[in-house]
Protein backbone atom coordinates (compact mmCIF):
# COMPACT_ATOMS: atom_id res chain seq x y z
CA UNK A 1 0.00 0.00 0.00
CA UNK A 2 1.19 3.77 -0.85
CA UNK A 3 2.69 5.30 2.23
CA UNK A 4 0.37 8.79 3.13
CA UNK A 5 1.23 11.68 0.52
CA UNK A 6 3.46 14.60 2.03
CA UNK A 7 1.20 17.09 2.14
CA UNK A 8 -2.02 15.26 2.84
CA UNK A 9 -5.22 17.14 0.96
CA UNK A 10 -8.67 16.82 2.24
CA UNK A 11 -9.83 14.11 0.21
CA UNK A 12 -12.26 16.52 -2.57
CA UNK A 13 -10.08 19.95 -2.06
CA UNK A 14 -6.78 21.45 -3.03
CA UNK A 15 -6.12 23.29 0.36
CA UNK A 16 -2.93 21.38 1.73
CA UNK A 17 -3.73 20.55 5.74
CA UNK A 18 -0.37 20.44 7.68
CA UNK A 19 1.89 17.61 7.35
CA UNK A 20 0.49 14.35 9.02
CA UNK A 21 3.20 11.71 10.69
CA UNK A 22 2.77 7.89 9.34
CA UNK A 23 1.79 7.59 13.03
CA UNK A 24 -1.61 8.33 13.49
CA UNK A 25 -3.35 7.51 16.89
CA UNK A 26 -6.81 5.85 16.68
CA UNK A 27 -8.94 7.19 19.04
CA UNK A 28 -11.92 5.85 20.18
CA UNK A 29 -14.51 7.73 18.67
CA UNK A 30 -12.56 6.38 15.12
CA UNK A 31 -12.60 2.54 15.98
CA UNK A 32 -16.77 3.47 16.98
CA UNK A 33 -17.29 5.25 13.30
CA UNK A 34 -15.39 2.85 11.64
CA UNK A 35 -17.56 0.07 12.63
CA UNK A 36 -20.57 2.06 11.73
CA UNK A 37 -18.68 2.92 8.02
CA UNK A 38 -18.01 -1.00 7.78
CA UNK A 39 -22.13 -1.49 8.06
CA UNK A 40 -21.98 1.34 5.46
CA UNK A 41 -19.76 -0.41 3.11
CA UNK A 42 -20.91 -4.01 3.43
CA UNK A 43 -24.67 -2.89 2.33
CA UNK A 44 -23.19 -0.87 -0.61
CA UNK A 45 -21.00 -3.88 -1.84
CA UNK A 46 -24.56 -5.93 -2.79
CA UNK A 47 -26.72 -4.40 -5.27
CA UNK A 48 -30.03 -6.10 -3.91
CA UNK A 49 -32.72 -3.65 -3.67
CA UNK A 50 -32.80 -4.91 0.10
CA UNK A 51 -29.69 -3.59 0.39
CA UNK A 52 -30.07 -0.52 -1.34
CA UNK A 53 -32.94 0.06 1.50
CA UNK A 54 -30.67 -0.66 4.14
CA UNK A 55 -27.98 1.25 2.81
CA UNK A 56 -30.18 4.31 2.99
CA UNK A 57 -31.76 3.13 6.71
CA UNK A 58 -27.82 3.19 7.71
CA UNK A 59 -27.43 6.44 5.83
CA UNK A 60 -30.55 8.73 7.20
CA UNK A 61 -30.12 10.63 10.18
CA UNK A 62 -29.19 13.85 10.35
CA UNK A 63 -31.60 15.31 7.71
CA UNK A 64 -34.50 13.98 8.97
CA UNK A 65 -33.06 14.86 12.34
CA UNK A 66 -32.47 18.50 11.56
CA UNK A 67 -35.92 18.98 10.04
CA UNK A 68 -38.12 17.12 12.43
CA UNK A 69 -36.06 19.00 14.86
CA UNK A 70 -37.05 22.55 13.98
CA UNK A 71 -40.51 21.30 14.51
CA UNK A 72 -40.13 22.60 17.84
CA UNK A 73 -41.85 23.93 20.50
CA UNK A 74 -42.02 27.52 19.12
CA UNK A 75 -42.49 26.40 15.43
CA UNK A 76 -45.56 24.21 16.34
CA UNK A 77 -46.85 27.34 18.37
CA UNK A 78 -46.09 29.27 15.61
CA UNK A 79 -48.02 27.00 13.17
CA UNK A 80 -50.88 26.55 15.41
CA UNK A 81 -51.02 30.39 16.14
CA UNK A 82 -51.46 30.85 11.78
CA UNK A 83 -53.78 28.26 11.57
CA UNK A 84 -55.92 29.76 14.41
CA UNK A 85 -55.49 33.41 13.37
CA UNK A 86 -56.12 33.22 10.10
CA UNK A 87 -57.32 29.70 8.72
CA UNK A 88 -56.65 26.97 5.54
CA UNK A 89 -55.39 29.37 2.90
CA UNK A 90 -52.19 31.78 2.19
CA UNK A 91 -50.21 30.53 5.14
CA UNK A 92 -50.52 26.60 3.73
CA UNK A 93 -48.58 27.17 0.72
CA UNK A 94 -45.98 29.50 2.42
CA UNK A 95 -45.15 26.86 5.41
CA UNK A 96 -44.36 24.60 1.96
CA UNK A 97 -42.36 27.58 0.74
CA UNK A 98 -40.29 27.84 3.68
CA UNK A 99 -39.58 24.09 3.46
CA UNK A 100 -38.08 24.08 0.32
CA UNK A 101 -35.82 27.20 1.69
CA UNK A 102 -34.41 24.58 4.11
CA UNK A 103 -33.75 22.12 1.61
CA UNK A 104 -31.92 24.23 -0.26
CA UNK A 105 -30.24 25.50 2.73
CA UNK A 106 -29.44 22.46 4.70
CA UNK A 107 -28.40 20.20 1.45
CA UNK A 108 -25.42 22.96 1.23
CA UNK A 109 -24.70 21.44 4.88
CA UNK A 110 -24.66 17.75 3.58
CA UNK A 111 -21.94 18.74 0.88
CA UNK A 112 -19.89 21.02 3.20
CA UNK A 113 -19.56 18.04 6.24
CA UNK A 114 -18.65 15.09 3.60
CA UNK A 115 -16.48 16.81 1.18
CA UNK A 116 -14.42 18.60 4.66
CA UNK A 117 -15.17 16.62 7.34
CA UNK A 118 -14.84 19.45 9.74
CA UNK A 119 -17.86 20.94 11.71
CA UNK A 120 -19.48 24.12 10.57
CA UNK A 121 -17.88 26.38 13.43
CA UNK A 122 -14.66 25.15 12.40
CA UNK A 123 -14.65 25.79 9.29
CA UNK A 124 -15.64 29.35 9.66
CA UNK A 125 -12.48 29.97 11.91
CA UNK A 126 -10.45 28.27 9.90
CA UNK A 127 -11.31 30.18 6.62
CA UNK A 128 -12.29 33.69 7.97
CA UNK A 129 -10.36 33.48 11.02
CA UNK A 130 -11.93 34.63 14.82
CA UNK A 131 -12.68 37.83 14.29
CA UNK A 132 -15.63 36.69 12.12
CA UNK A 133 -15.56 33.19 13.86
CA UNK A 134 -16.40 34.46 17.05
CA UNK A 135 -19.77 37.29 15.98
CA UNK A 136 -20.48 33.94 14.04
CA UNK A 137 -20.73 31.82 17.37
CA UNK A 138 -21.79 34.64 19.69
CA UNK A 139 -25.21 34.79 17.06
CA UNK A 140 -24.96 30.98 17.47
CA UNK A 141 -25.24 30.71 21.05
CA UNK A 142 -27.63 33.86 22.01
CA UNK A 143 -29.50 31.69 19.24
CA UNK A 144 -29.86 28.49 21.03
CA UNK A 145 -29.89 29.39 24.03
CA UNK A 146 -33.16 31.70 23.25
CA UNK A 147 -34.67 28.66 21.39
CA UNK A 148 -33.47 25.99 24.37
CA UNK A 149 -35.57 28.57 26.26
CA UNK A 150 -38.88 27.91 23.73
CA UNK A 151 -38.63 24.18 24.05
CA UNK A 152 -39.04 23.99 27.48
CA UNK A 153 -42.10 26.67 27.75
CA UNK A 154 -43.56 23.97 24.71
CA UNK A 155 -42.37 21.02 27.28
CA UNK A 156 -43.97 22.86 30.56
CA UNK A 157 -46.86 23.78 28.80
CA UNK A 158 -47.71 20.66 26.79
CA UNK A 159 -47.13 18.27 30.06
CA UNK A 160 -49.52 21.38 31.94
CA UNK A 161 -52.08 19.99 29.91
CA UNK A 162 -51.83 16.68 32.17
CA UNK A 163 -51.55 18.24 35.15
CA UNK A 164 -47.56 17.40 35.51
CA UNK A 165 -46.05 20.37 37.29
CA UNK A 166 -43.87 22.55 35.98
CA UNK A 167 -40.87 21.48 37.63
CA UNK A 168 -41.78 17.97 37.09
CA UNK A 169 -42.26 18.11 33.27
CA UNK A 170 -38.75 20.34 33.43
CA UNK A 171 -36.90 17.19 34.92
CA UNK A 172 -38.48 14.44 33.18
CA UNK A 173 -37.41 16.46 29.77
CA UNK A 174 -33.47 16.85 31.19
CA UNK A 175 -34.01 12.77 32.09
CA UNK A 176 -34.66 11.97 28.35
CA UNK A 177 -32.01 13.94 27.14
CA UNK A 178 -29.82 12.49 29.50
CA UNK A 179 -30.54 9.14 28.54
CA UNK A 180 -30.41 9.69 24.63
CA UNK A 181 -26.93 10.49 25.83
CA UNK A 182 -25.59 7.41 28.05
CA UNK A 183 -24.67 4.90 24.88
CA UNK A 184 -22.12 7.33 23.77
CA UNK A 185 -22.23 6.04 20.28
CA UNK A 186 -23.45 8.70 17.75
CA UNK A 187 -25.66 5.69 15.55
CA UNK A 188 -27.43 4.81 19.24
CA UNK A 189 -28.25 8.84 19.67
CA UNK A 190 -29.39 9.18 16.56
CA UNK A 191 -31.63 6.20 16.28
CA UNK A 192 -32.90 6.90 19.66
CA UNK A 193 -33.74 10.63 18.57
CA UNK A 194 -35.23 9.83 15.70
CA UNK A 195 -37.82 7.57 17.07
CA UNK A 196 -39.05 10.89 19.32
CA UNK A 197 -38.85 12.78 16.48
CA UNK A 198 -41.04 10.18 14.70
CA UNK A 199 -43.91 11.32 16.99
CA UNK A 200 -43.91 15.15 15.51
CA UNK A 201 -46.36 13.23 12.69
CA UNK A 202 -48.70 12.76 15.87
CA UNK A 203 -50.27 16.18 13.98
CA UNK A 204 -51.23 14.55 11.02
CA UNK A 205 -53.94 12.18 13.11
CA UNK A 206 -55.11 15.33 14.94
CA UNK A 207 -55.88 17.70 11.86
CA UNK A 208 -57.32 14.50 10.58
CA UNK A 209 -60.02 14.72 13.74
CA UNK A 210 -60.52 18.12 12.61
CA UNK A 211 -62.09 17.14 9.28
CA UNK A 212 -60.38 19.73 7.14
CA UNK A 213 -61.85 20.81 3.84
CA UNK A 214 -59.80 19.77 1.66
CA UNK A 215 -60.79 21.72 -1.26
CA UNK A 216 -60.20 24.90 0.76
CA UNK A 217 -56.22 23.02 1.33
CA UNK A 218 -56.33 22.77 -2.77
CA UNK A 219 -57.38 26.05 -3.64
CA UNK A 220 -54.76 27.63 -1.15
CA UNK A 221 -51.91 25.78 -2.60
CA UNK A 222 -53.10 26.86 -6.03
CA UNK A 223 -53.89 30.76 -5.53
CA UNK A 224 -52.08 31.68 -2.04
CA UNK A 225 -55.65 32.75 -0.76
CA UNK A 226 -57.28 33.99 1.19
CA UNK A 227 -55.07 36.12 3.46
CA UNK A 228 -57.74 37.25 6.60
CA UNK A 229 -57.38 40.50 7.36
CA UNK A 230 -54.79 41.50 4.50
CA UNK A 231 -51.01 42.28 5.07
CA UNK A 232 -50.73 43.56 8.46
CA UNK A 233 -48.28 44.33 11.01
CA UNK A 234 -49.24 40.99 12.80
CA UNK A 235 -49.82 38.97 9.31
CA UNK A 236 -45.58 40.12 8.86
CA UNK A 237 -44.73 39.06 12.25
CA UNK A 238 -46.84 35.56 11.90
CA UNK A 239 -44.75 35.32 8.40
CA UNK A 240 -41.63 35.64 10.06
CA UNK A 241 -42.16 33.37 13.07
CA UNK A 242 -43.02 30.42 10.52
CA UNK A 243 -39.95 31.52 8.62
CA UNK A 244 -37.80 30.87 11.87
CA UNK A 245 -39.70 28.03 12.45
CA UNK A 246 -37.94 26.42 9.33
CA UNK A 247 -34.80 27.71 8.47
CA UNK A 248 -32.50 28.85 11.56
CA UNK A 249 -28.99 29.22 12.58
CA UNK A 250 -28.58 25.80 14.45
CA UNK A 251 -29.80 24.18 12.02
CA UNK A 252 -26.57 24.72 9.75
CA UNK A 253 -24.55 23.65 12.70
CA UNK A 254 -26.23 21.05 13.41
CA UNK A 255 -26.39 19.08 10.52
CA UNK A 256 -22.84 19.61 9.06
CA UNK A 257 -21.54 18.71 12.76
CA UNK A 258 -23.73 15.74 12.73
CA UNK A 259 -22.68 15.03 8.83
CA UNK A 260 -19.39 14.87 10.24
CA UNK A 261 -19.87 12.88 12.80
CA UNK A 262 -21.91 10.05 11.63
CA UNK A 263 -18.63 9.74 9.30
CA UNK A 264 -20.96 10.49 6.02
CA UNK A 265 -18.42 11.04 2.92
CA UNK A 266 -18.10 12.44 -1.00
CA UNK A 267 -20.46 8.95 -2.12
CA UNK A 268 -22.55 9.38 0.67
CA UNK A 269 -23.99 13.02 -0.52
CA UNK A 270 -26.74 11.57 -3.23
CA UNK A 271 -28.09 9.91 0.51
CA UNK A 272 -27.72 13.16 2.86
CA UNK A 273 -30.00 15.01 0.10
CA UNK A 274 -32.52 12.34 0.29
CA UNK A 275 -31.91 11.86 3.72
CA UNK A 276 -33.00 16.30 4.11
CA UNK A 277 -35.48 15.67 1.61
CA UNK A 278 -37.24 13.27 3.40
CA UNK A 279 -37.02 15.10 6.82
CA UNK A 280 -38.33 18.65 4.72
CA UNK A 281 -41.44 16.65 3.27
CA UNK A 282 -42.36 14.89 7.00
CA UNK A 283 -41.23 17.90 8.52
CA UNK A 284 -43.86 20.04 6.16
CA UNK A 285 -46.52 17.42 6.22
CA UNK A 286 -46.36 18.00 10.36
CA UNK A 287 -46.38 21.92 10.32
CA UNK A 288 -49.50 22.11 7.49
CA UNK A 289 -51.53 19.60 9.69
CA UNK A 290 -50.85 21.87 12.93
CA UNK A 291 -52.50 24.58 10.90
CA UNK A 292 -55.22 22.43 9.61
CA UNK A 293 -55.67 21.37 13.56
CA UNK A 294 -55.85 24.79 14.76
CA UNK A 295 -58.27 26.02 11.59
CA UNK A 296 -61.37 25.28 13.02
CA UNK A 297 -60.46 28.10 16.05
CA UNK A 298 -60.36 30.67 13.29
CA UNK A 299 -63.91 29.48 11.65
CA UNK A 300 -65.13 29.51 14.94
CA UNK A 301 -63.94 32.88 16.03
CA UNK A 302 -61.89 31.88 19.09
CA UNK A 303 -59.20 34.88 20.06
CA UNK A 304 -56.20 32.86 20.13
CA UNK A 305 -53.83 36.22 21.11
CA UNK A 306 -52.90 34.57 24.36
CA UNK A 307 -53.27 30.85 23.64
CA UNK A 308 -50.21 29.16 25.56
CA UNK A 309 -49.51 25.12 23.77
CA UNK A 310 -51.56 23.56 26.25
CA UNK A 311 -54.43 26.47 26.17
CA UNK A 312 -54.28 25.57 22.56
CA UNK A 313 -54.82 21.33 23.37
CA UNK A 314 -57.98 22.74 25.92
CA UNK A 315 -59.12 24.90 23.09
CA UNK A 316 -59.52 21.83 20.59
CA UNK A 317 -61.27 19.99 22.90
CA UNK A 318 -64.92 20.48 21.96
CA UNK A 319 -63.65 20.07 18.20
CA UNK A 320 -61.77 16.52 17.99
CA UNK A 321 -62.98 15.96 21.99
CA UNK A 322 -60.56 14.93 24.81
CA UNK A 323 -58.49 12.32 23.33
CA UNK A 324 -57.68 14.38 20.00
CA UNK A 325 -56.19 17.41 22.23
CA UNK A 326 -53.86 15.36 24.43
CA UNK A 327 -52.95 13.98 21.08
CA UNK A 328 -51.43 17.64 20.63
CA UNK A 329 -50.20 18.72 23.78
CA UNK A 330 -47.75 15.42 23.54
CA UNK A 331 -47.22 16.42 20.16
CA UNK A 332 -45.81 19.91 21.99
CA UNK A 333 -44.00 18.10 24.39
CA UNK A 334 -42.48 15.93 21.56
CA UNK A 335 -41.61 18.69 19.88
CA UNK A 336 -40.10 20.46 22.59
CA UNK A 337 -38.17 17.49 23.85
CA UNK A 338 -36.48 16.41 20.31
CA UNK A 339 -35.13 20.07 19.56
CA UNK A 340 -33.79 20.31 23.21
CA UNK A 341 -31.71 17.51 22.43
CA UNK A 342 -30.70 18.63 18.75
CA UNK A 343 -30.11 22.41 19.77
CA UNK A 344 -28.18 21.77 22.63
CA UNK A 345 -25.74 18.94 20.80
CA UNK A 346 -25.25 21.54 18.06
CA UNK A 347 -23.90 23.95 20.88
CA UNK A 348 -21.84 21.47 21.88
CA UNK A 349 -20.39 20.75 18.86
CA UNK A 350 -19.65 23.91 17.92
CA UNK A 351 -18.04 24.35 21.20
CA UNK A 352 -15.73 21.26 21.16
CA UNK A 353 -14.93 22.42 17.16
CA UNK A 354 -13.94 25.98 18.94
CA UNK A 355 -12.34 25.04 21.37
CA UNK A 356 -10.28 22.57 20.09
CA UNK A 357 -11.76 19.82 23.08
CA UNK A 358 -13.06 16.39 21.39
CA UNK A 359 -16.90 16.95 20.43
CA UNK A 360 -18.25 13.51 19.16
CA UNK A 361 -21.17 11.77 20.55
CA UNK A 362 -18.97 8.77 20.13
CA UNK A 363 -16.41 9.73 22.82
CA UNK A 364 -16.90 8.31 26.28
CA UNK A 365 -17.48 10.97 29.43
CA UNK A 366 -13.82 10.57 30.11
CA UNK A 367 -12.59 12.01 27.23
CA UNK A 368 -15.58 14.06 26.72
CA UNK A 369 -16.01 15.82 29.68
CA UNK A 370 -15.94 19.60 28.23
CA UNK A 371 -18.60 18.40 24.99
CA UNK A 372 -20.92 16.69 27.41
CA UNK A 373 -21.24 19.28 30.12
CA UNK A 374 -22.00 22.53 27.74
CA UNK A 375 -24.36 20.15 26.14
CA UNK A 376 -26.07 19.41 29.18
CA UNK A 377 -25.99 22.87 31.05
CA UNK A 378 -27.24 24.76 27.94
CA UNK A 379 -30.32 22.05 28.31
CA UNK A 380 -30.27 22.81 32.52
CA UNK A 381 -29.76 26.39 32.14
CA UNK A 382 -32.66 27.22 29.76
CA UNK A 383 -35.09 24.59 31.70
CA UNK A 384 -34.30 26.58 34.99
CA UNK A 385 -35.48 29.85 33.22
CA UNK A 386 -38.82 28.47 31.87
CA UNK A 387 -39.77 28.26 35.85
CA UNK A 388 -39.58 31.40 36.21
CA UNK A 389 -43.59 32.20 36.96
CA UNK A 390 -45.11 35.30 34.56
CA UNK A 391 -43.23 34.58 31.10
CA UNK A 392 -45.12 35.83 28.40
CA UNK A 393 -44.90 32.96 26.52
CA UNK A 394 -46.14 32.81 23.46
CA UNK A 395 -44.56 36.54 22.86
CA UNK A 396 -41.58 34.97 23.94
CA UNK A 397 -41.80 32.25 21.13
CA UNK A 398 -43.42 34.57 18.61
CA UNK A 399 -40.39 36.87 19.17
CA UNK A 400 -37.20 33.67 19.37
CA UNK A 401 -38.78 32.66 15.75
CA UNK A 402 -38.31 36.50 14.59
CA UNK A 403 -34.46 36.44 15.89
CA UNK A 404 -33.71 33.16 14.23
CA UNK A 405 -35.09 34.50 10.97
CA UNK A 406 -32.69 37.59 11.38
CA UNK A 407 -29.69 35.79 12.29
CA UNK A 408 -29.94 33.70 8.98
CA UNK A 409 -28.39 35.73 6.49
CA UNK A 410 -24.88 36.22 7.89
CA UNK A 411 -25.14 32.87 8.75
CA UNK A 412 -26.12 32.01 5.29
CA UNK A 413 -23.35 33.81 3.75
CA UNK A 414 -20.71 32.08 5.35
CA UNK A 415 -22.34 29.01 4.08
CA UNK A 416 -22.57 30.62 0.62
CA UNK A 417 -19.18 30.96 0.93
CA UNK A 418 -17.55 27.82 2.16
CA UNK A 419 -19.41 25.85 -0.26
CA UNK A 420 -18.10 27.91 -2.87
CA UNK A 421 -14.71 27.68 -1.76
CA UNK A 422 -13.06 26.23 -4.43
CA UNK A 423 -9.93 25.33 -2.56
CA UNK A 424 -12.20 23.35 -0.11
CA UNK A 425 -14.94 21.86 -2.11
CA UNK A 426 -13.03 20.88 -4.89
CA UNK A 427 -15.92 19.35 -7.34
CA UNK A 428 -18.34 19.41 -5.33
CA UNK A 429 -18.78 23.55 -5.61
CA UNK A 430 -22.51 24.35 -5.42
CA UNK A 431 -23.72 24.44 -9.02
CA UNK A 432 -25.11 27.77 -10.44
CA UNK A 433 -28.75 26.75 -9.94
CA UNK A 434 -27.78 26.47 -6.68
CA UNK A 435 -26.48 29.07 -5.95
CA UNK A 436 -29.52 31.48 -7.52
CA UNK A 437 -31.66 29.31 -5.18
CA UNK A 438 -29.83 30.11 -1.93
CA UNK A 439 -29.15 34.17 -3.22
CA UNK A 440 -32.92 34.41 -3.01
CA UNK A 441 -33.45 32.93 0.01
CA UNK A 442 -31.12 35.32 1.54
CA UNK A 443 -32.60 38.11 -0.60
CA UNK A 444 -36.04 36.76 0.89
CA UNK A 445 -34.93 36.41 4.41
CA UNK A 446 -33.42 39.64 4.19
CA UNK A 447 -36.43 41.32 3.07
CA UNK A 448 -38.50 40.05 5.45
CA UNK A 449 -36.29 41.18 7.63
CA UNK A 450 -36.05 44.63 6.72
CA UNK A 451 -40.41 44.74 6.41
CA UNK A 452 -40.10 43.84 10.00
CA UNK A 453 -38.04 46.49 11.04
CA UNK A 454 -39.41 48.96 8.97
CA UNK A 455 -43.34 48.26 10.15
CA UNK A 456 -41.68 49.00 14.15
CA UNK A 457 -39.77 51.73 13.16
CA UNK A 458 -41.81 53.53 11.09
CA UNK A 459 -45.52 52.70 10.48
CA UNK A 460 -45.93 55.05 8.39
CA UNK A 461 -43.84 53.42 5.77
CA UNK A 462 -45.08 50.56 6.18
CA UNK A 463 -48.52 51.18 5.10
CA UNK A 464 -46.90 53.06 2.50
CA UNK A 465 -45.78 49.52 1.30
CA UNK A 466 -48.73 48.67 1.60
CA UNK A 467 -49.08 47.13 4.72
CA UNK A 468 -51.33 48.37 7.65
CA UNK B 1 -3.46 4.37 2.26
CA UNK B 2 -0.93 2.68 4.79
CA UNK B 3 -0.96 4.46 8.00
CA UNK B 4 0.62 2.72 11.70
CA UNK B 5 -1.91 2.97 13.97
CA UNK B 6 -0.59 4.17 17.19
CA UNK B 7 -1.83 3.02 20.37
CA UNK B 8 -3.43 6.23 23.08
CA UNK B 9 -4.47 5.75 26.45
CA UNK B 10 -6.98 3.63 24.90
CA UNK B 11 -5.80 -0.08 23.58
CA UNK B 12 -7.36 -1.47 20.48
CA UNK B 13 -6.52 -4.76 19.16
CA UNK B 14 -4.96 -5.45 15.75
CA UNK B 15 -8.51 -6.46 14.11
CA UNK B 16 -10.19 -2.49 15.14
CA UNK B 17 -6.87 -0.80 13.98
CA UNK B 18 -7.34 -2.43 10.60
CA UNK B 19 -11.15 -1.69 10.69
CA UNK B 20 -10.72 1.97 11.19
CA UNK B 21 -7.64 2.04 8.45
CA UNK B 22 -10.41 0.38 5.83
CA UNK B 23 -13.18 2.06 6.40
CA UNK B 24 -12.48 5.50 7.05
CA UNK B 25 -11.20 8.37 5.06
CA UNK B 26 -8.06 9.42 6.35
CA UNK B 27 -9.69 13.52 6.41
CA UNK B 28 -11.43 11.62 9.11
CA UNK B 29 -9.14 10.50 11.38
CA UNK B 30 -9.26 12.03 14.59
CA UNK B 31 -5.60 13.60 14.69
CA UNK B 32 -6.02 14.28 10.88
CA UNK B 33 -9.52 16.52 11.45
CA UNK B 34 -7.01 18.56 14.25
CA UNK B 35 -4.97 20.03 11.30
CA UNK B 36 -6.31 23.31 10.82
CA UNK B 37 -7.42 24.92 6.87
CA UNK B 38 -5.46 27.56 5.89
CA UNK B 39 -7.31 31.25 6.56
CA UNK B 40 -9.05 32.70 3.04
CA UNK B 41 -8.34 35.96 1.59
CA UNK B 42 -11.43 37.66 1.87
CA UNK B 43 -12.33 40.14 -1.42
CA UNK B 44 -12.82 44.01 -0.68
CA UNK B 45 -16.75 43.18 -1.69
CA UNK B 46 -16.95 40.04 0.48
CA UNK B 47 -15.73 41.98 3.54
CA UNK B 48 -18.45 44.73 2.78
CA UNK B 49 -21.09 41.79 2.42
CA UNK B 50 -19.95 40.46 5.70
CA UNK B 51 -19.60 44.00 7.66
CA UNK B 52 -23.25 45.01 5.87
CA UNK B 53 -24.88 42.04 7.22
CA UNK B 54 -23.42 42.13 10.93
CA UNK B 55 -24.81 45.96 11.06
CA UNK B 56 -28.05 44.97 9.16
CA UNK B 57 -28.13 42.40 12.44
CA UNK B 58 -27.13 44.65 15.35
CA UNK B 59 -29.94 46.92 13.97
CA UNK B 60 -32.61 44.86 13.87
CA UNK B 61 -31.63 43.30 17.48
CA UNK B 62 -32.05 47.05 18.34
CA UNK B 63 -35.32 46.94 16.66
CA UNK B 64 -36.70 43.64 18.37
CA UNK B 65 -35.55 44.97 21.78
CA UNK B 66 -37.27 48.56 21.17
CA UNK B 67 -40.46 46.27 20.20
CA UNK B 68 -40.43 44.07 23.55
CA UNK B 69 -39.95 47.14 25.43
CA UNK B 70 -42.99 48.88 23.46
CA UNK B 71 -44.88 46.14 23.71
CA UNK B 72 -44.63 45.86 27.88
CA UNK B 73 -45.05 49.27 28.60
Known sequence: ?468 | MMMKAKKERTTFDASEEQLVLSSLERDQLTEVKKQHFPRRRLKGFQVFVLWALRIYLLFMMAVVIYQVWSSAH
Open chain 1, 1 to 468: MPAPPEHPTNSSSSVPVETVSADVAITHEDVDRAHDRARVSDARARKSLFSQMYLLWLLIGPGVLVMLGENDGPSMLSYAATGSRYGIGFFIPFVLLTFIMALVVQEMTVRLGAATHRGHAELIFDRFGPFWGWFSMIDLTIGNFLTLITEFIAIRAGLGFFGVPPWAAVLSSLAVLYLALVSHRYWTWERLTLAAAAFNLIFVPVALLTHPHWRSVGTALITWKPLPGGFSKDTLLIMLADIGATVTPWMLFFQQSATVDKGLTKRDIRFGLIDTALGAALAAAAAIATILATAPLFTRHMSAENFQAAEFAQALVPVIGRWGAALFALGMVEAGIVASITISTSSAYAFGEVARRPHSLNIPWTEGKAFYSVLFLCAAGAAAIVLVPGLPLVYVVLVVNVIAVLAMPPALVFLFMLVNDKELMGDLVSPRWANALASCVVVLLTAAGVLFGISVVSPRWFEFLGGH
